[in-house]
């Protein structure tokens, strides 16, 4: 059984920092990348960043320069540390993994989502 669980969220004032983690366990085979989205109320769900299995990183623009994407200490794990909250950052961020599990390849997996909140 495959599960991706995030993990973090909460409540912040402006200009203030959350970790949200991301753990993915389960009968893996490789993963390629996991990355992190989020949805805020009445909006479609985007993108924030991303990390390979290589290391490479990609970030929103939105993002850019106040998120930081990283591998975790345990395998397939990552971490990301969201600095100078901002209230447009409230959202539920979910984590997806990428890679192939069981018998699924290229495939991909989401977490249940956490809610980040940011008060202004």
């Known amino acids: 059984q495959v599960q991706v669980v995030e993990s973090g969220g909460g409540l912040v004032q402006a200009g203030g920092s959350l970790r949200l983690s991301c753990a993915a366990s389960?009968?893996?085979?490789?993963?390629?990348?996991m990355a992190w989205y989020r949805q805020a109320p009445g909006k479609q769900r985007e993108l924030v960043a991303s990390?390979?299995?290589?290391?490479?990183?990609n970030y929103a623009a939105s993002v850019k320069g106040r998120f930081t994407i990283s591998s975790g200490n345990a395998k397939n794990t990552n971490d990301l540390q969201m600095n100078s909250l901002k209230p447009e950052d409230t959202a539920v961020y979910y984590c997806?993994?990428?890679?192939?599990?069981?018998?699924?390849?290229?495939?991909?997996?989401w977490g249940q989502g956490t809610q980040v909140t940011v008060s202004s």
């Open positions: 997806k993994v990428e890679g192939a599990a069981g018998l699924r390849r290229n495939d991909y997996w």
């Open positions: 389960g009968s893996f085979f490789y993963i390629n990348f």
């Open positions: 990390i390979t299995s290589g290391g490479n990183t």
